[in-house]
């Protein structure tokens, strides 16, 4: 029992669990007050408490935070919706998720991110928006930004939605506007004209059997749009982050542009690091994905890289699709991706009882790098007295075998289909609030979401080249002389 005395009474205690940091593990019980962590220590340290959750035998670690899922609503509801895609997040272990902009319509403008806003009231856990950088919508960047968006998202390859990417002029115009918001720039990040190409040239040919797909996309295409995205980012000063690496050959622009000072993260995701071309067999159509799985040399790569820190963070790219949509015979008809948010972190875990990675490694790749790069630290990202209550408590020996009838999301086709996982989250808890429980979704969780806005800082970085960007220019009537000699 408690022999310290404290003025107040927490909601919760978890007791006798291992808590995990990007550091270290000790064993520690963690107390819960309003919503935050207000203890972190000893059981004879800890307040008196409402409830007191025994884990022992049991980790603590920072809930995921996802910088890419895709929720599908509005438009697109029969895949998923936000309800069903925060679920599975729940059950998944992630207590944050930022959503992309392709629905229909696509968050491109205010009314849009209201729209969003909406159907985002029945998340069970916690979110940022992205909104759109296109060709045409350069003139409601600023607009997005005073209305909330928490990031970007640029399609350079077009992809599921089939919004067409930026022409470079346009994407330096969104750099600049954004730069000086601080708001990092998501790039999916894969040179669309190269793709369209190759994919007709492959289609006329009759080619559609499932590895033509990366034929169709082969990695230059990433290595391209990187090194391309990441001059336009030194040059503006805007921050960027590159989504799915699936390749080494984009690890090499990646690793450059942060030696050169560019504020720049990348993220892969399971499948590039589980899966490789000898999947496609086995998987066909099943494992279309955008980018795609590559060979196994290239899994290797990022494996490595994830170690070494060029690639900062986990995420999933939680790509719902029907099994109708996926299973196709021509390769170009299938749908490109499939659900991720909720096996990431029992696949990680899976790795690392495996002995591929540490617990406090994966700590840092799936919350503390995150909540760094998406402007959620210190209040996410970390178990420590003062941050937010955003908890998963994993069993590191319950083994699970995954099923897509199981997945809470409506996408219920995975290539992961009978893989048995040891490493599970029990329990999850956004802001000191049970979402999920003993393997079960708490229902009244539902809408305990919230948009993340109110904790995101991200400081004002170094302007660069502010001079010549096409609004001082326009503005100061002296478009007709810039770029001229000085
Ligand atoms: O395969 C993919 N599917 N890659 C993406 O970048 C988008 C995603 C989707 O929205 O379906
Ligand atoms: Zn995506």
Known sequence: MSDFKTDFIADIVLSGGTVVSSKTRFKADVAIKDGLVVAVGEASAMPAAKEVVDVSGKHVIPGAIDAHVHFREPGYTHKEDWETGTAAAAMGGTTTVFEMPNTNPPTRSVKELRQKQDAAKKAHV????????????????????????????????????????????????????????????????????????????????????????????????????????????????????????????????LAEAKARGVDVTGETCPCYLLLDSRDYERLGSIIRVNPPVREASDSEAIWAALKSGVVDMIATDHAPHTPEEKRKDVIWEADCGFPGVETQMPLMLNEVANGRITLEHYVKISAENPAKAFGLWPMKGRIEAGALADIAVVDLDRSETIRAENLHSRG???????????????????????????????????????????????????????????????????????????
């Not at 600023?142 to 909330?148: C, E, F, M």
């Not at 490493?423 to 979402?435: A, K, M, Q, S, Y």
């Not at 999920?436 to 948009?451: A, F, I, T, Y």
Request: proline share 6%.
């Open 412 to 486: 219920k086709i995975t290539p992961f289909e009978g893989v048995t996982v040891k490493g599970v989250p029990v329990h999850t808890l956004v802001r000191g609030r049970f979402v999920q429980r003993d393997r079960k979704l708490v229902p009244e969780s539902r809408g305990w979401g919230r948009q993340v806005t109110d904790v995101q800082k991200m400081p004002t970085p170094e302007p660069k080249n502010t001079d010549q960007t096409l609004a001082a220019l326009l503005h100061s009537g002296s478009a007709k002389t810039a770029g001229g000699p000085r």
């Open 126 to 253: 916690d979110f940022g928006i992205y909104g759109l950088l296109a060709e045409d919508n350069v003139d409601e960047l600023q607009g997005l930004v005073d209305g909330g968006v928490n990031a970007f998202k640029c399609f350079m390859g077009n992809t599921f939605g089939n919004l067409p990417s930026p022409s470079t002029g346009a994407m330096l115009e969104g750099f600049e506007i954004i730069a000086p918001t601080g708001l990092r720039i998501s790039l999916h990040a894969e040179t669309a004209s190269i793709m369209a190409w190759r994919q007709e040239r492959l289609m006329k040919a009759g080619i559609h059997h499932a590895l033509a797909h990366i034929g169709a996309r082969p990695a230059v295409v990433a290595a391209e749009a990187v090194s391309r995205a990441a001059v336009l980012a030194e040059w503006t000063g805007a921050r960027i982050h590159v989504l799915h690496i699936s390749s080494a050959a984009e690890l090499r622009p």
